[in-house]
């Protein structure tokens, strides 16, 4: 069993987070850069919305009690919508009124003095969910045995994304708006955002880089103290022990 060593971030989410381990996914880049600083965890749930992760956030999350025997949870990020804002009838569609209340929920959890899970060192950031390209994700779904019918719409994605922005304001979070950011990089052009996400829906590369900066402005302009350029390795450089001791160091770990 791994000791007690570095904090962590917990990434929280869909297909999407579940996949930001993918070759410079934000989960990622996000454990290079950290590390021997943070430990990042991915806690991604292919296919899950708002309704069904609720209840993993009580499994994945340490209670108040337990916290002391865990490494805390310096940073968590919750990445959620991309499912929620299936059309309705879709087996994973959550109404949007509901989909606001689940986000407050988690939220409150963290924050909130009287929740079994209250974690005052936690900061907390909301991610929008990406645009959907309907061409490509009609395409896709079309290109499937047996055929699908679209099961998403632009402009309820949109809305979705929103609403996150709506509960961060409302909440007092700070929220990394990928849906807007991809909607500018690809020039206010539905059919451009296939630069960005490989089936219409899920981020590629380049998804991942808009997303990673966003985050990192985030973090930036409202964490600074977790900016990762700005945090030092929780053990020493290796130089330090070319100017001292093996006794020096151990002082240095222990004390």
């Given at each position: ?8 971030i ?17 989960g ?6 950290y590390?021997?600083?943070?430990d ?9 919305n ?6 993993v956030f009580?499994?994945?999350?340490a ?28 087996p994973?569609?959550?109404?949007l009124?509901r989909f606001t209340?689940?986000?407050?929920t ?5 924050r ?13 950031i ?16 079309a290109s ?35 849906w807007t950011?991809?909607?500018e ?25 808009v ?14 103290e ?19 001791s ?9 004390n």
């Open positions: 069993m791994a000791a007690k060593y570095l904090d962590a917990m990434l929280f989410g869909d297909s999407i987070t579940q996949g930001a381990w993918e070759f410079n996914g934000i990622a880049r996000f454990a290079h850069v590390a021997r600083k943070l990042v965890l991915n806690r991604g749930f292919s296919g899950y708002t309704e069904w992760a609720l209840p009580e499994k994945i999350v209670k108040h009690h337990e916290q002391q025997h865990v490494p805390p949870v310096r940073l968590l990020i919750i990445w959620f919508g991309t499912n929620d804002a299936c059309l309705p009838g879709q994973q569609h959550i109404p009124e209340e689940n986000l407050s988690m939220i409150d959890m963290i909130s003095p009287t929740s079994p899970f209250y974690s005052p060192v936690t900061k907390i909301l991610i929008a969910p990406p645009p959907v390209n309907t061409y490509q994700r009609g395409a896709d779904l499937r045995d047996p055929p699908r019918e679209l099961d998403r719409q632009f402009e309820a994605t949109k809305r979705y994304a929103q609403e996150v922005l709506a509960v961060g304001e409302k909440e007092g979070v700070p929220v990394a708006d990928v950011r991809l909607w990089a690809a020039g206010q052009d539905e059919r451009s955002l296939e630069q960005f996400l490989y089936d219409g829906l899920h981020l590629n590369e380049a998804g991942y880089q997303a990673y900066d966003e985050l990192l402005k985030v973090i930036r302009d409202n964490y600074p977790l900016r990762h350029d700005q945090m030092s390795y929780v053990f020493p450089r290796h130089d330090y022990l070319y100017d001292h093996v006794e020096e160091f151990k002082a240095k770990l222990f």
